[in-house]
């Protein structure tokens, strides 16, 4: 992971390797052809990152040709949750006519702010 946020500032990917599944079934028993052998395993995308210790946040993406709502998981460095925080509201805001619940709809409803971080004179989203 060190190396790689030498190259990128965020890492973004799917919160989970299935969209939801029906309540009743416990954990999905195979993924692509691969069998899941426990809750666990249909899980790897999740756990993987929270073993590396970086701030990760899970954030809306859209639905599945279903209605089905999916996510992603963005992450960052070591350190640098104000930029996780920022990158995953500008996420939530961009994504926003993706999202086919109108209730989901308040977070473009707020406005967004941009100044420049004094410290590195990197623009902050608010």
């Given amino acids: ?9 965020v890492l973004i990917l799917p919160v989970s390797q299935v969209p ?3 309540v009743e079934q416990e954990f999905p028993t195979e ?6 052998a426990s809750y666990l395993d249909w899980m790897r ?3 993987f990152i929270t073993v590396t210790g970086c701030p990760a ?8 040709p279903d209605g089905l709502p999916v996510g ?7 350190g640098a949750d104000l930029r996780l ?5 500008a996420f939530e805001w961009l994504r926003e006519p993706l999202i086919r619940d109108p209730r989901a709809r308040s977070a473009r409803d707020r406005p967004i702010s941009r ?3 004094p410290s590195s004179g990197a623009t902050q989203v608010t």
């Fill in 1 to 9: 992971m060190r190396q790689f946020f030498t190259e990128h500032d």
């Fill in 20 to 22: 939801p599944f029906p």
């Fill in 31 to 36: 993924i692509n052809g691969e069998p899941m």
């Fill in 45 to 47: 995308s999740a756990y």
């Fill in 57 to 64: 946040i899970s954030v809306p993406a859209g639905t599945t």
């Fill in 72 to 78: 992603v998981q963005i992450v960052a460095p070591h």
């Fill in 85 to 89: 925080l920022q990158v995953a509201r």
């Fill in 115 to 117: 100044q420049k971080m």
